[in-house]
Antibody
Framework: EVQLVQSGAEVKKPGESLKISCKGS????????IVWVRQMPGKGLEWMGI????????RYTPSFQGQVTISADMSITTAYLQWSRLQASDTAIYYC??????????WGQGTLVTVSS | EIVLTQSPGTLPLSPGERATLSCRAS???????LAWYQQNPGQAPRLLIY???SRATGVPDRFSGSGSVTDFTLTISRLEPEDFAVYYC?????????FGQGTKLEIK
């Protein structure tokens, strides 16, 4: 069974750094790109970026370029999303998902990130 | 980037009724590279339809997708209580992939 298991909820202060994770199992991790999707409170879905865990080739949606860093460690079948300096506007649920020919079949359970002073 | 506009924003219907949700693209979605997702409160989205009209594994046949070029439709033939949720369309024809803003299907 394909599974994507994300790290737990985080509460951070503005200016702090954060790295959340998404562990894949049940499939060949390096054969499928991983996507990160943001959902701000009460809002819709936003495609942030995508990574090929096999060679770490990463593409960002322009609005997220320079705001976050996506990475992966294929040795532990885990993808990451990180911020160097969080802002209150980063408060959201972040989902990872497995990219299959353009659409997203399997999703992680989501990680709630709350940024508040 | 392709902008997807979903309508209506909210659709109040009763169980047993037929639901028709629209997704309109700002430019042509080549190869009908359009997907639909369902999201229930507190849950991750679930893929329903890909390629505009192909049902994902395990999706009941009351869900169907249609359309082409810039106009796409998700139809739920007879609403079940568990179908009341938010629905999103997503295009993967152009980079970056984009989602519509969602349609909330609510119980009338």
């Amino acid at each position: 069974e394909v599974q994507l298991v994300q790290s737990g909820a985080e509460v951070k202060k503005p200016g702090e750094s954060l790295k959340i994770s998404c562990k894949g199992s049940g499939y060949s991790f390096t054969n499928y790109w991983i996507v990160w999707v943001r959902q701000m409170p009460g809002k819709g879905l936003e495609w942030m970026g995508i990574i090929n865990p096999g060679d770490s080739d990463t593409r960002y949606t322009p609005s997220f370029q320079g705001q976050v860093t996506i990475s992966a460690d294929m040795s532990i079948t885990t993808a990451y999303l990180q911020w160097s300096r969080l802002q209150a506007s980063d408060t959201a649920i972040y989902y990872c998902a497995r990219w299959t020919s353009g659409y997203l079949v399997e999703w992680g359970q989501g990680t709630l990130v709350t940024v508040s002073s | 980037e392709i902008v997807l506009t979903q309508s209506p924003g909210t659709l109040p219907l009763s169980p047993g009724e037929r639901a028709t949700l629209s997704c309109r693209a700002s430019q042509s979605v080549t190869n009908n590279y359009l997907a639909w997702y369902q999201q229930n409160p507190g849950q991750a989205p679930r893929l329903l339809i890909y390629g505009a009209s192909s049902r994902a594994t395990g999706v009941p046949d009351r869900f169907s997708g249609s359309g082409s070029v810039t106009d796409f439709t998700l139809t739920i033939s007879r609403l079940e209580p568990e179908d009341f949720a938010v629905y999103y369309c997503q295009q993967y024809a152009n980079s970056p992939p984009t989602f519509g803003q969602g349609t909330k299907l609510e119980i009338k």
